[in-house]
């Protein structure tokens, strides 16, 4: 049952069961709204938008150490060793470790059901149980586990289902826009919106890797 005092964006955002209904209501709020400041929508790395790279994205790949095709849960994100990794969102710490293959790991639990997962870090700077705020440090870029150079895997789950983070992060997408925007203006150029040139998931696929 919603409490009362919850809002309409609040309820609808607890209720939301698949990336289109997502989609449709967070590009409906105000990117002044508070709420953005409550779930995953950013990347937890500052890369420079014009050196910003996916170096595996979403979905079925052949993976490169086992050269199988396996779905991929995340996306890896092309950073340098080292750089600092943050919490997209508020949250809590509900694990931290090693897995043979994700490497040094963190998992955060936010609201309205989201988790996010970070992977082959070099090291993390938070324990299970501790509070963090949107943007505060958690870990470092590094290669452990499987993987053949220094990279972050990033994962975002709701209700215990991933989401192809690049396609939820639409404000980084809308930063790519008005960057390519700018850049190809001198061209005469146009450049489609992210938020809808790419292609939406109509569900949640459901897997823990």
């Known amino acids: 049952m919603l409490r009362v005092w919850d809002s309409l964006e609040v309820s609808m955002l607890r209720a939301t069961q698949t990336y289109q209904q997502l989609d449709r209501l967070l590009t409906s709020i105000s990117t002044r709204s508070m709420y953005l400041d409550?779930?995953?929508?950013v990347l937890p790395i500052e890369v420079p938008i014009e050196q910003f790279r996916i170096s595996s994205p979403f979905g079925i790949r052949q993976h490169p150490i086992h050269k199988q095709l396996r779905f991929h849960a995340g996306v890896d994100v092309k950073a340098a060793a080292g750089m600092v990794v943050k919490a997209t969102a508020p949250g809590?710490?509900?694990q931290v470790g090693y897995d043979s293959g994700l490497g040094v790991f963190i998992r955060v639990q936010h609201a309205f059901?989201?988790?996010t997962s970070?992977?082959?870090?070099?090291g993390y700077c938070v324990l299970p149980g501790q509070i963090?705020?949107?943007s505060e440090q958690i870990g470092k870029v590094g290669r452990?586990?499987?993987?053949?150079?220094?990279h972050?895997?990033?994962?975002?789950?709701k209700n215990g289902s991933v989401i192809d983070p690049f396609q939820f992060c639409f404000l980084l997408r809308r930063?790519?826009?008005?960057?390519?925007?700018?850049?190809?203006a001198a061209s005469g150029n146009s450049v489609s919106d992210p938020g809808r040139s790419l292609s939406s998931k109509g569900s949640y696929p459901n897997s823990r890797n």
Do not use: C, D, M, Q
């Open 38 to 41: 409550s779930v995953p929508a």
């Open 92 to 94: 809590i710490v509900r």
């Open 113 to 115: 059901g989201f988790e």
């Open 118 to 122: 970070y992977g082959h870090l070099s």
């Open 132 to 134: 963090v705020a949107r």
């Open 144 to 150: 452990t586990g499987l993987a053949t150079g220094p």
């Open 152 to 157: 972050l895997h990033y994962v975002i789950k």
């Open 175 to 184: 930063r790519l826009w008005l960057y390519n925007v700018s850049k190809e």
